[in-house]
């Protein structure tokens, strides 16, 4: 199977191809037939909100994404509305009850405004199930067709770490705009600039102790492999600490950092994590983006707060030993609170967001790789000093 065939429909729709995403996310090349879970790539994060309709309008208008579709009473779906936004390949969905008995208000009094599914393209739902089932995974929706005029979706989902699920969508025979059952929608006005282009990572923070196991989980149950491995000791700052491990699909589409909580001075940004959201459950998601500066400019003036990098992280002469030549100058990194990374197959520049809702939980980075494979380590410290900072003022630490 060549490359181009392994991209996902919301790739292929985005126009992006196989150099781009390998660009931008580190496409490897993959022969599926040897995998138990062959898994193409993202398809949909689904996020339980407590306003979808308000959510909506926020990642229209903030993050530049064009609404796609909808589903909701208008559409003979009483429980609750749903309206889907792109950007590039990356595909959300907010889901917010409309009625009050909707299963949805009970999950989102427990965890707030958070990510309940992060929905893989696969191209065989029901070998994937049946893998995962004599793995001992639990099988939440069994494989089954959705058929509406467009064609037929075959989907299923599976249990992950806390109340996450992974739908499995095989849309092969499908044409219409999201899933049956949604009616296609558009905004009026034209979507602006595309500010970011595709899902990068996933990061899920699980229990103490936990983490290993759902390493195993998703090596055991989905044919993932250990992209990279951290200690504590590497990112522990002088409060807290934390493990974090990466698992990834065979073709690196799908990236799964899993960190879990270490015993530090003070409670860590895992462990506030945690309690806020009551569980475990995705920490933050990465978009992939090819001028990260552009990107950090729009959103900073629509009022997306970052996370503040000190002067000292970019006076720092290792830094610039270590970095050495980037496409832009280091003070325009600084000027907007870029940081830079390098590795053996090159360097990334990334950035990070505030907590998007209420609670002290999901949030994004943005990121622009430039042949790094990485997940920005060399920064993990300076990050975690500017979480802690902002742990600090909310009286969690
Ligand atoms: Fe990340």
Same mark, same amino acid.
């Given at each position: 199977?060549?490359?181009?065939?392994?991209?996902?429909?919301?790739?292929?729709?985005?126009?992006?191809?196989?150099?781009?995403?390998?660009?931008?996310?580190?496409?490897?090349?993959?022969? #599926?037939?040897?995998?138990?879970?062959?898994?193409?790539?993202?398809?949909?994060?689904?996020?339980?909100?407590?306003?979808?309709?308000?959510?909506?309008?926020?990642?229209?208008?903030?993050?530049?994404?064009?609404?796609?579709?909808?589903?909701?009473?208008?559409?003979?779906?009483?429980?609750?509305?749903?309206?889907?936004?792109?950007?590039?390949?990356?595909?959300?969905?907010?889901?917010?009850?409309?009625?009050?008995?909707?299963?949805?208000?009970?999950?989102?009094?427990?965890?707030?405004?958070?990510?309940?599914?992060?929905?893989?393209?696969?191209?065989?739902?029901?070998?994937?199930?049946?893998?995962?089932?004599?793995?001992?995974?639990?099988?939440?929706?069994?494989?089954?067709?959705?058929?509406?005029?467009?064609?037929?979706?075959?989907?299923?989902?599976?249990?992950?770490?806390?109340?996450?699920?992974?739908?499995?969508?095989?849309?092969?025979?499908?044409?219409?705009?999201?899933?049956?059952?949604?009616?296609?929608?558009?905004? #009026?006005?034209?979507?602006?600039?595309?500010?970011?282009?595709?899902?990068?990572?996933?990061?899920?923070?699980?229990?103490?102790?936990?983490?290993?196991?759902?390493?195993?989980?998703?090596?055991?149950?989905?044919?993932?492999?250990?992209?990279?491995?951290?200690?504590?000791?590497?990112?522990?700052?002088?409060?807290?600490?934390?493990?974090?491990?990466?698992?990834?699909?065979?073709?690196?589409?799908?990236?799964?950092?899993?960190?879990?909580?270490?015993?530090?001075?003070?409670?860590?940004?895992?462990?506030?994590?945690?309690?806020?959201?009551?569980?475990?459950?995705?920490?933050?998601?990465?978009?992939?983006?090819?001028?990260?500066?552009?990107?950090?400019?729009?959103?900073?003036?629509?009022?997306?707060?970052?996370?503040?990098? #000190?002067?000292?992280?970019?006076?720092?002469?290792?830094?610039?030993?270590?970095?050495?030549?980037?496409?832009? #100058?280091?003070?325009?990194?600084?000027?907007?609170?870029?940081?830079?990374?390098?590795?053996?197959?090159?360097?990334?520049?990334?950035?990070?967001?505030?907590?998007?809702?209420?609670?002290?939980?999901?949030?994004?980075?943005?990121?622009?790789?430039?042949?790094?494979?990485?997940?920005?380590?060399?920064?993990?410290?300076?990050?975690?000093?500017?979480?802690?900072?902002?742990?600090?003022?909310?009286?969690?630490?």
């Amino acid at each position: 199977m060549t490359l181009a065939q392994t991209l996902t429909d919301a790739e292929k729709l985005a126009g992006l191809d196989a150099d781009q995403l390998r660009r931008l996310t580190g496409l490897v090349d993959h022969d #599926p037939s040897r995998d138990p879970f062959p898994v193409t790539g993202w398809d949909a994060v689904v996020w339980v909100v407590g306003n979808a309709t308000q959510a909506a309008q926020l990642f229209r208008a903030v993050y530049g994404m064009e609404l796609v579709a909808y589903s909701g009473p208008e559409t003979g779906n009483r429980d609750h509305k749903a309206y889907v936004l792109r950007s590039g390949a990356v595909c959300f969905e907010f889901r917010g009850a409309v009625d009050p008995a909707s299963e949805l208000t009970e999950r989102h009094r427990l965890h707030g405004d958070g990510i309940a599914d992060i929905a893989l393209e696969v191209p065989d739902v029901d070998r994937c199930v049946a893998h995962a089932r004599e793995q001992g995974a639990t099988v939440l929706t069994e494989p089954h067709d959705v058929s509406d005029e467009h064609g037929t979706v075959r989907t299923a989902a599976i249990g992950t770490y806390g109340s996450t699920r992974h739908t499995l969508v095989d849309r092969s025979r499908y044409t219409g705009a999201y899933l049956p059952g949604y009616a296609a929608r558009s905004a #009026p006005g034209r979507p602006g600039p595309r500010l970011f282009e595709a899902l990068d990572h996933v990061v899920g923070n699980v229990e103490l102790g936990r983490m290993n196991d759902w390493v195993e989980f998703y090596g055991r149950v989905m044919g993932f492999t250990n992209m990279a491995e951290f200690v504590g000791d590497d990112i522990a700052t002088e409060y807290s600490a934390l493990m974090s491990k990466v698992v990834a699909s065979g073709n690196h589409r799908v990236k799964f950092p899993l960190n879990e909580p270490s015993p530090g001075r003070r409670k860590s940004q895992i462990d506030e994590f945690l309690e806020f959201h009551g569980g475990p459950g995705p920490q933050h998601l990465a978009l992939a983006t090819s001028d990260i500066l552009a990107t950090v400019d729009v959103l900073r003036e629509r009022g997306v707060e970052f996370l503040d990098t #000190p002067a000292s992280y970019y006076e720092d002469p290792d830094l610039r030993a270590r970095i050495g030549e980037v496409r832009v #100058p280091i003070d325009d990194l600084q000027s907007r609170g870029v940081l830079v990374d390098r590795d053996e197959d090159g360097y990334l520049l990334q950035i990070f967001t505030k907590p998007v809702g209420d609670r002290p939980t999901v949030f994004f980075e943005l990121i622009e790789r430039h042949g790094s494979l990485g997940f920005g380590k060399g920064n993990f410290k300076a990050l975690f000093e500017a979480i802690e900072r902002e742990q600090e003022r909310r009286g969690n630490i």
